[in-house]
């Protein structure tokens, strides 16, 4: 399973990158509008540090603007991964920018029918969103099992990277269903080696052999 972070934070990007583990990273509008920088010079920054797929979502909601956007985010760095929304404009966006060559992730994906459609059309990542699906009621990992068995039946490769995820449970869930990506945020990637039993037994390891060694 791949894993990328979801973050615009540099410091927390560089931080996952040191442990040797981070695959990629996802960003988005509102995590760039909450470091408050520009967001071609942000993900510049980001692909100098990460040579894994960086996702980079366009502003523009309509087919042209999309392109526009999608082609300029292309040329920052050769890992950018273009985002696009998994409406009927992204998907036609979508193929456009595939056939160009440009990788594309395709998200605010809510249903199993527009991971048919964006697979369709080329995408390179699927994002489907699992706590706002939960938020709302439904259960969001059920979407990435539906996705899962599509995507099998018939050979796509579009990988499924599983987003909007807010805790552990909802990774562990994840690989178990076998989505390709996982993007989480950093306090999730912090969680995911941590358990008391560990840091009680490293401890007593330690303090037995000093006793016994000095
Ligand atoms: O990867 C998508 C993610 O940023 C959305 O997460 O927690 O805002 O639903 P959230």
Redesign the pocket.
Known sequence: MDLYI?TANLDEIKKAHDMGVLDGV?T?P??IAKEGIDYTKRLAEICEVVQGPVSAEVIAVDYDGMISEGRDRAKIAENIVVKLPSTVAGVKACKTLSDEGIRTNL?LCFQPLQALMVAKAGAFLV?P?I??LDDIGQDGMDLIQQIRQVYDNYGYPTKILA??I?HSQHLLACALVGADVA?VPYSVIEGMMKHPLTDSGVEKFVSDYKKAFG
């Open positions: 979801d996802t988005n509102s995590l998200t994002s969103f706590g706002r987003a909007s807010r993007t």
